[in-house]
């Protein structure tokens, strides 16, 4: 049930069609959020808002991250229908699966970049160039890190690379938006139910070459740690939230 404690506030969540943004997007929604659900498709982006009963305060916007004229077009299309950018959750991503450091392909390489860390900057600098015109000026930007921005797992360069840049993008845009009354943090999640995180259940490597399984704990947790967040007032921040599945091997890994 919503609460209302946005007070109809703005966001824009990235990659918000399954998965972390889709727990995201709900949790907004039922706050009472207006929410820009961007993701690659629409059908699932129109499911999400189909699912939250949430017509006429929420708006669906294909989006491809990787290019930064649709970016562009996704605030655009928000400002447009509401007038302004209160949140924008820098979610979308991408990874692939465990590959040899020797065998990843060039192409791959730079589609991982291209998606985790340009389009997060696309989204960075977008947020920027509107919350600081708007009136009243400021806002908020949460970055989706992981725990890979932290510690990497086997055979993964190209994801944990971009992770650990997000933490670099999360802390100069910290800096860079205190005079515009922005607020940046990052949160970084470690074993949510989704679909990429649905093979830690049958096994996944682990440092010492051995295959484990993982818990796992509901996306739907992460979707109120963000809500957390984004309901902060603009005085208060928090930098870097992780939340996780308790006995996931993190602390201790390798």
């Given at each position: 049930m919503a609460t209302n404690a946005s007070g109809g506030k703005v966001a824009i969540v990235t990659g918000g069609g399954t998965g972390i943004g889709k727990a995201a997007a709900m949790a907004l929604l039922g706050d009472g959020w207006r929410v820009a659900v961007a993701g690659r498709r629409k059908e699932p982006l129109d499911a999400v808002i189909a699912e939250a009963n949430a017509?006429?305060?929420?708006?669906?916007?294909?989006?491809d991250v990787t290019d930064p004229a649709s970016v562009e077009a996704l605030f655009a299309a928000t400002v447009k229908a509401w007038g302004r950018v209160d949140l924008l959750f820098?979610?979308?991503?991408?990874?692939?699966?465990?590959?040899?450091?020797?065998?990843?392909?060039?192409?791959d390489w730079k589609r991982v970049v291209d998606t985790n860390l340009n389009g997060m900057f696309y989204g960075i600098q977008q947020a920027f160039?509107?919350?600081?015109?708007?009136?009243p000026k400021g806002g908020r930007i949460i970055n989706n890190g992981s725990i890979s921005a932290h510690a990497p797992r086997p055979n993964s360069i190209a994801y944990t690379a971009t992770k650990h840049a997000v933490t670099g993008l999360t802390k100069t845009a910290s800096l860079d938006g205190r005079k515009y009354d922005i607020a940046v943090g990052q949160i970084d999640i470690g074993n949510a139910m989704t679909e990429l995180a649905a093979r830690m259940a049958k096994g996944v490597p682990q440092a010492n070459g051995e295959i484990a399984i993982e818990p796992l704990m509901d996306a739907n947790i992460v979707g109120q740690s963000v809500l957390y967040m984004a309901n902060l007032p603009l005085e208060a921040n928090v930098l870097f939230h992780t939340?996780?599945?308790t006995k996931m091997p993190f602390v201790g890994r390798g």
């Open positions: 017509a006429g305060r929420a708006l669906a916007v294909p989006t820098n979610n979308a991503g991408m990874g692939l699966g465990a590959t040899l450091l020797e065998d990843v392909s060039i192409e160039r509107v919350m600081k015109a708007q009136s939340v996780m599945s």
